[in-house]
């Protein structure tokens, strides 16, 4: 059947729920081929069952093997340095961005130094955060802080400006003073930019988690994976990948849950 | 006719370009007064001076003897694209007003029940503004205006973009809430039969002139749209439209941006 008509069946009822499977099924699916036709050696690609055998001990196995039962300690120390970081991202992002898109005074200010330092790759503040910094806590905090910063900063700016001058005008003749003007308009107004913008700069704190994981510190997912390469296991590098991707998932489906309660959102 | 709301000597320029050269109007208390001309001609501009929203050059307005100026729920606009709260639902957004004036819950409640009751979206009265069609939208406006009791009723091209059918009901709902409520009525629009159907007093303004003329509809509402005692009323105001836009001037439309800093 052609996709043009399995597509729209699949898109409501019990299909809906099946849809957003099929890709990582197929994915899985081609997986299993390539390990159980032996297109790929072993140790360069480990069949699904095997990686899923090392997943489960690192989550629950005993701490007595190597990697056993270390992935809550790894878990608990990456998502302290993403809350650290997405936190130091958020709130100067946020108020910098709202006041830019609210004053061209602001904007004038602030774009040639943003719209510069939003250019450099993040890779490149690496080696002046590991000097400045040293190695660890602080470093993957800095990357992720700076990595984070852009899209929100960008979003809330582009939603500010785009409040239609009409619903000021409504406002003010409604009666708000300016700062209820911005908490009851202009905020709400600007939430579903803000939310596309804070959900990007999540899914960019876990890549800059790695990165700066990767750095040499003892604890997180990231070190995990750059520890696992050093000793050539391939299955626990690519349990680390598939948890931080679950992490990830988690953590963004936990931020929407937050965001759609506050007021704006849902419309 | 007795001073309700009136306007003297009003200007207003941008950077060389004066749009409003000192206007002179008068509102009668209970009265549906309309501005017409041509797009660009500043009309928009003088309702949004009236509204607060733009700081006039020079000049004086009064509404019931006393100075104006700050936009406030004394003089209330209805847009033509509505500027409604898309996150709010047709209750909230005609509560809003009232809410930030401060009223107790009880009875703006029952406020928002009877004007929405008026406006014939009592059903809807939960349903968000994406859920509606342009019209209901437009009745919500008119709501979320008509339930702060103001003085001043500014509507801005409100039924512009309306379908035909739609506007015509609009215009029929605007006649019948005036007349319930008394509430005086500025009204700016291009539309010839509109003014014809709903207004007492039609001010004629012209690009950079003005009010260039005026007549006054004596017959009472609600009117027949297609009474042919208005048909030599409309031919009069289509000829001299014409005459208007013929004469060259060209519309300050560019120069009536306002600026987003400072909202």
Not at chain 1, 71 to 88: E, I, K, P
Not at chain 1, 150 to 162: D, L, Q, R, T
Not at chain 2, 38 to 65: I, N, Q, R, W
Not at chain 2, 121 to 129: D, G, I, Q, Y
Request: proline fraction near 6%; include cysteine.
């Amino acid at each position: 059947m052609p996709c043009g008509l399995i597509l729209p069946i699949m898109s409501d009822g019990r299909g809906a729920r099946i849809l957003p499977w099929c890709l990582p099924l197929l994915l899985l699916a081609l997986w299993w081929g390539a390990t159980a036709f032996r297109l790929t050696p072993e140790w360069l690609l480990p069949s699904p069952a095997g990686v899923a055998r090392t997943m489960f001990a690192y989550v629950a196995g005993n701490t007595s093997v190597p990697y056993g039962g270390r992935f809550w300690s790894d878990a608990a120390a990456s998502l302290w340095r993403v809350a650290c970081g997405f936190t130091l991202a958020a709130v100067p992002g946020l108020v910098l961005g709202l006041w830019s898109g609210r004053s061209a005074t602001i904007a004038r200010l602030l774009s040639f130094s943003i719209n510069g330092v939003k250019s450099v790759p993040g890779i490149s503040w690496l080696p002046l955060a590991l000097i400045w910094l040293g190695v660890g806590f602080m470093t993957t905090v800095s990357l992720i802080a700076l990595a984070g910063f852009f899209p929100i900063y960008f979003s809330a700016a582009a939603a500010a400006a785009s409040v239609p001058q009409n619903l000021i005008n409504a406002g003010r003749m409604l009666g708000l003073s300016r700062v209820k003007l911005f908490a009851k308009m202009i905020l709400p107004w600007s939430m579903p930019q803000i939310c596309a913008g804070l959900r990007v700069a999540l899914g960019m704190s876990f890549a800059y988690l790695v990165l700066g994981e990767l750095t040499g510190v003892p604890d997180g997912l990231g070190a995990l994976i750059m520890d696992a390469r050093m000793n050539g296991r391939v299955d626990v590098l690519l349990s680390g990948i598939v948890l931080i991707a679950v992490l990830g998932g988690i953590c963004d489906g936990l931020l929407v849950r937050f965001l759609s309660r506050l007021p704006g959102v849902a419309r | 006719m007795k001073e309700y709301f009136c306007c003297r000597g009003l200007r207003k320029s941008y950077g060389p370009h004066t749009v409003l050269p000192g206007i002179d109007i008068t509102l009668g208390q209970g009265s549906i007064t309309a501005l017409i001309g041509a797009s660009g001609c500043g009309k928009s501009t003088f309702l949004h001076v009236v509204a607060g929203f733009v700081p006039m050059d020079a000049g004086a307005m009064l509404l019931e003897g006393t100075p104006c100026g700050e936009p406030g729920p004394d003089r209330v606009m209805v847009f033509q694209d509505d500027a409604l709260l898309p996150w709010l639902n047709v209750r909230e957004n005609v509560e809003f007003g009232l809410k930030t004036a401060g009223m107790a819950p009880a009875l703006r409640q029952e406020r928002v029940r009877h004007i929405l009751m008026q406006v014939g979206l009592e059903p809807w009265a939960n349903a968000l503004p994406s859920e509606l069609s342009g019209g209901m939208r437009q009745r919500v406006a008119l709501a979320r205006t008509l339930v702060l009791r103001p003085k001043l009723l500014l509507l801005d091209e409100p039924f512009a973009a309306l379908d035909a059918i739609t506007r015509s009901r609009m215009q029929r709902l605007l006649a019948d809430l005036q007349i319930q409520t008394g509430v005086t009525v500025l009204l700016v629009t291009h539309d010839v039969s509109e003014v014809c159907l709903l207004a007492d007093t039609i001010h004629l303004m012209g690009t950079g002139r003005g009010i260039v003329d005026t007549w006054t509809v004596a017959a009472p509402r609600p009117r027949d749209p297609d009474d042919p005692a208005f048909s030599q009323l409309k031919v009069q105001i289509r000829a001299k439209l014409e005459a208007l836009a013929d004469d060259g001037r060209v519309s300050c439309k560019k120069y009536n941006q306002q600026p987003i800093e400072n909202y």
